[in-house]
């Protein structure tokens, strides 16, 4: 089986240059979801892109939804066909352009230009996603050309909001999720650790955000007068917050760790060998040493640890000058990073015991919860994941690296927790590909690459068996 | 000598209706100095009320300023006179008569009111401070009409910008230091402990205002990419705010306390028995109970004991909803109540010590500072507190009682620093005086008992030598 690969590579490769025009006139579409003037664009991306799923051999449709439209296409895998179901996961729409005075060219003319490592393609989207969606349908069309059909099962997911807060997707998938079930979900919207070196996500931290106002007098009062004989809700607020992390900037909140599992030795093994550069990382934004947890690397510290930090704080007298007053109220919004297997729900319970019991007698805390995300996290084990690395192996010169990402992706949640399917993040972007900003580029290379990656992963899963 | 009182004693009661016709027509006069509008009104209570002290016999004379101007009196005491001067101290201008709404009567038309103490003048300036400044001019009147001079050496300093900043009252002290030389300054703009009970404020709190920037990284980042790995502002000054205050709630700044003198037992003795009421001053901004420094009463920790407040604090995202980012700086404004013999200077230094020790590498602290005022504390073996508390027992069935007051009177402090004559705080308004607000009042009886309370002490001083 594994020597029906090798066409399909050789194929792509004759066809980079017509792929490329394809990829050219979807970037061409400025889908830009967010902004009501663009509705039309991001309906015709849709169209187009259901179109190429047809003309690649898919059974594809668009289906409408009280935002931007999803785009469903699927193909059975080869006659008689057992093994496990794909869910191919992207998006079709784009950031807004601006500031469009920065952009080299056109946002929405795509070119090609010389780089240091070979062209790139220059546009909005390039890279974020229609060119790692691109890489997938390439994937598609060039084994259905070579072999008449797919090595495994697929199902293709697009939706047209991902920039915009994704608002018709849960609903969606919960109306969706007989036709949608899949064995796994690949998404192709991260990144890779360097051009020569493939990556897989294998975790995204989680978000439990709170808005937490501590309140006292029930008036601003003069500081002169009331100062040192009431409590102080700013004071009070400060306290609180400096209790939640210990001299060793270990989080203090009971049970807080009691869910959170370390890294695999092998992960942090991989972590260790990986170069990671703390002065480029920390250099770009003023700083020269990493802060945090003792006893942690920077990238165990952003990839696998759980966070507090304020986002936000602001009570009392906030304009120039002096005002003696002891205010009312103070209020700080207070997010954590989640890890593994560490529940939301718990860990909010948890932060509002602790704030509670430091409260001052008179004064009260008022909660409000904001965005709830449990992290994402493959677990070492997984069969798919040995499957991509299998697949990146036959493409790249070098093993693929398991890396994590301190943000998450809320997609990949929904997935999760409604389909079931086990989320598998291949992607292909690089970190200088200024995704959201002017002049987003994708390497050539980069999209060759993941085109071949796409069909290496589609033949490796043609021979799972589950 | 003490004789000589009585007649004066004996013809302010005579020439009450006189004397409230009197200060009725300085109410008149709008003399709102912070509004440009009321500029001529303000010159105009200036020249009245310098009219007023040359009625009563002594040199007056309207000085220029920068602002608006200062009103300077003097007179010698008896031929060959060669005890203490005193310096009365007072302003004629008034806090402007928002909300005019409010009021039950015009701002400027006072009218004499029942209440259930009896008549009430009613009207802005009542109290502060034409009402109190008119008490020692009755004073002074009755002692010169009844004995042709008064007891002791007096100089008079009225200043119209107490309400809008004393702008021009420190350069003036400079200018005029000789002129103004005294042994002690009569200060009568506080207040009483209730109509019965005379009191003499010998304790106001100074204060330092500083501005805290604690700066982070270079710009705000997302804290999903970089949270847990770099020191966030907002937490690094919520730990230093945190770590001002121990389990006590002491304030543990290195020599914070270093200069702070104890109450005397006879004024905590006084203080004990002066029924002050916790749920009342507490209940009226919504607490039950007093929150502060351990073991200390209410009173102790307002009017005799240092603290340490935030009035306002702010940085990152203060919008609706959640932002996740990591701000690059985060400011708080604190300021330190001082106490007795506290230096503001060494206090200020010794804050920015604390925080520049707890700053985490790669974080900076900025300072700005506002307001820097000492404390004033009479000591309890005061000459002059002695004669002010004998005079009191003069008109009043119930001893003066020693208060504090949590907040400060900025001119007093120049006085003391400037002239270098203790200040004697005896004042006479109540605290339902309205001051500042609508339908401001006086108490006939405690413009009555003023104006006697100043005649006594001008005997007493005339009968002390230094």
Redesign the interface.
Known sequence: MKNDLIPVLDHLAKDSAKSLERLFDFLRIPSVSADPAFKSDVARAANWICGELRSAGLNAAVRPTSGHPMVVAKHEGPPGYDGPRLLYYGHYDVQPADPIELWKSGAFEPVLVDGPRGKRIVARGACDDKGQVMSFVEAFRAWIKVHGTLPCAVTILLEGEEESGSESLEPFLEQNKAELKADACVVSDTGMWDMETPAITTSL?G?V?L?ITIH????D????????????P??V???I???M?DSQRRITIPHFYDDVEETSPRVRQQWQKMGFDDNEF?GS?????????VDRT?IE??WS???????????????K???????AH?T??V?F?LVANQNPRKIIDSVRAFVQARL???CRAEFTE??VNRAFHVPDGSIFLAAAERALTQVYSRPAVLIG????IPAVGAIQRILGAPALLMGFGLDDDCVHSPNEKFEVGCFEGAQKSHAALLSEVGRMRL
Chains 1, 2 share one sequence.
């Open positions: 931290r978000l955000y808005e006292g007098p029930n008036k009062l003069h500081s002169g007068l009331f100062g040192g004989a009431v409590p102080n700013i004071n607020l400060s306290s917050i400096a209790a992390h920390l934004v003023g700083l020269t040493e990493s802060f945090g947890e920077t510290r952003t640890r759980p966070t507090c930090d304020v986002n936000g704080i602001y009570g009392g007298y906030m304009g000058g002096a005002k003696t007053v002891i205010a103070a700080a919004k997010s990073r001052p007698k008179d904001f965005g990402s301190g943000g998450s």
